[in-house]
Each structure stands twice: as C-alpha cells, then as structure tokens.
C-alpha cells in the first residue's frame, strides 16, 4: 500500500509554498466544501482513497487547520506546485487550481479535538480572515478560424478551430461538442469526440456523424 501510495502522490516536506493552494501554511483554517451538509469529509491515514480512515470533518466544522504537509499528483500538478516557491503565475494558477478540482492535491489537516489525517483538498477551501479563495477563470484559448455551414434538416453548425488546429468546438442542434484533431492525408479537417462524434472534410463542404452513427452533410456559407 506505502508503495502504490508513493507512485501516485509525491510528498511534500519543504518549508510553505508562496502559492497557498499547493502548500497552505501550518495553522491555516480550512472549511469544508462540495459535501453535502448530512455528509461528512473523510481523514485517511495516507494521501489516497485507499489509506484507512482516521476520522471525518462536518461541513460547517470549526477548527479545521492545516499541518503543513501536502501530497501532490505526479506529472503536471508535481511539476507545477513544486516549482511554486516564487509564486505562479495565471496560467500556473489556473493549473493548481485544476489539479485541486481533480483530487490531484491532498492536504494533511489537523481537527479542534486533536485528530490528524489526509483529506483531499478538492473538498477543503483555503481561509482568510473569513473569506474564501475563489479560483481565477482559466485563460481562454486563442481562436484560429470561426467557420459556418448549413446542414439541411439540421440547421446550422458552428466550427470554432483554436490554435494549433489541435482541437475545435463544433455546435449543432443547440449542443457543443469539443473535438481532437485526427491526422488525415487529404482531408482538411478531421476531428473526433470520446463519444463517437466527428467532423470531416473541408471548409466548403463537411460531414458530421452524432454520437449514435447518424451522419449529417454541411456546405459553407
């Protein structure tokens, strides 16, 4: 268990971060978020879901506070919280606060009564004399191209690229769905969603399969 432990999650020991979300300093309060008010928070012996468990915090306790000690995710929530001590920038920000969102962080926490243990920080706020740090909004990516097609029966579809060409918004029939680009030797466009959708063709002419395998053909305007 140590071991799988130490392949998921890297320890921290240093001195507090000067970024708080990666490292809160010892005694900082802590409260309790995204658990429903009849629940409780989990404190395990380790930084994982696996580790046994310690004891709970309520939402809404009091004299909740960091230890000091923190577990981060290995590969970019590693790479960018170890590299905090001179601070983050927006985008370093936005990304801590992504690896929090995503259970990528845990915190070792220390309750009124005297119990110690691990809780994940994607249910634990950081406090500052009563106020709650909120995380900034993610840079938006820089748009390519903004193209339009007609599609029958199906209305209108909306083809956003961003830069790169890597990745694209494609709106029809009132939903979005982000596509990944897929290489094609003749093909201008090809793209793909997890869910089976996908995008083909060129900027006159496209075909769009839904999810369910239904195909649509779509000329520019």
């Known amino acids: 268990m140590l071991l799988r432990a130490l392949v ?24 309790v978020t995204g658990v429903a008010a009849n629940d409780t928070l989990n404190m395990r012996t380790g930084p994982a879901a696996s580790y046994a468990l310690v004891s709970r915090i309520r939402p809404g306790e009091s004299g909740v ?12 929530c ?21 690896c929090k969102a995503k259970g990528g962080i845990w915190y070792e926490v220390r309750r009124k009564n005297g119990d110690t243990g691990w809780a994940s920080a994607k ?23 903004r193209l339009s097609y007609s599609c029958g029966s199906a209305g209108k579809m909306k083809v956003v690229i961003y830069k790169g060409g890597k990745t694209a918004d494609v709106t029809i ?30 900027t006159e002419l496209v075909e769009w399969r839904w999810p369910g395998g239904n195909k649509v053909t779509c000329t520019g305007n």
């Open 173 to 202: 029939g009132g939903k979005t769905y982000l596509v990944v680009r897929k290489e094609h030797l003749v093909l201008r466009f090809s793209y793909a969603a997890g869910d089976g959708a996908r995008l083909r063709g060129g």
């Open 65 to 76: 506070t960091a230890t000091g000690r923190v577990a981060w995710s290995k590969g970019q």
């Open 8 to 31: 998921l999650l890297c320890l921290s020991a240093l001195p507090a971060l000067a970024e708080p979300i990666c490292d809160p300093d010892r005694g900082t309060a802590l409260s």
């Open 123 to 145: 249910f634990l706020d950081l406090a500052d004399d009563g106020m709650v740090i909120e995380p900034p909004p993610p840079p938006k990516p820089e748009v390519e191209a």
């Open 78 to 98: 590693y790479t960018t919280c170890s590299g905090a001590e001179g601070g983050l920038n927006d985008i370093g920000r936005s990304i801590a606060y992504g």
